[in-house]
């Protein structure tokens, strides 16, 4: 099982980036993908999550409206969108899969490797 990343960058204040994740191993259809991220000094933090089971999708209050998550069953991708990046979204993201969902206590069984995402003028 594997979780590889990319994206991610340097982006000002306002501005977009999209990150991805690209599972191999298993099939993301009978997992839930989510996306977990940790800035410095600070606890790692789910900022959405995609049940490809229970076809829905999950959002930290943070991200409501500017993040969005998606995938690709048939190339086995998971997508995060972000817009309106914000200083305070600065932190390393990863993506990680487990069966269900988990927005607060990120308990997901397989992590991807993690990329940096800075926001700054």
């Known amino acids: 099982v594997q979780l590889v990343q990319s994206g991610g960058g340097l982006v000002q204040p306002g501005g977009s980036l999209t990150l991805s994740c690209a599972a191999s191993?298993?099939?993301?259809?009978?997992?839930?993908i989510g996306w977990v991220r940790q800035a410095p000094g600070k606890a790692r933090q789910g900022v959405a999550c995609?049940?490809?089971?229970?076809?829905?999708?999950y959002y930290a209050h943070s991200a409501k409206g500017r993040f969005t998550i998606s995938s690709n069953t048939d190339n086995g991708t998971v997508y995060l969108q972000m817009t309106n990046l914000k200083p305070e979204d600065t932190a390393v993201y990863y993506c990680?899969?487990?069966?269900?969902?988990?927005?607060?206590?990120?308990?997901?069984?397989?992590w991807g490797q993690g990329t940096q995402v800075a926001v700054s003028s």
């Open positions: 995609i049940s490809h089971r229970e076809k829905d999708t």
């Open positions: 191993g298993f099939t993301i259809a009978d997992y839930a």
């Open positions: 990680a899969a487990d069966p269900v969902c988990w927005i607060v206590s990120n308990d997901y069984t397989y």
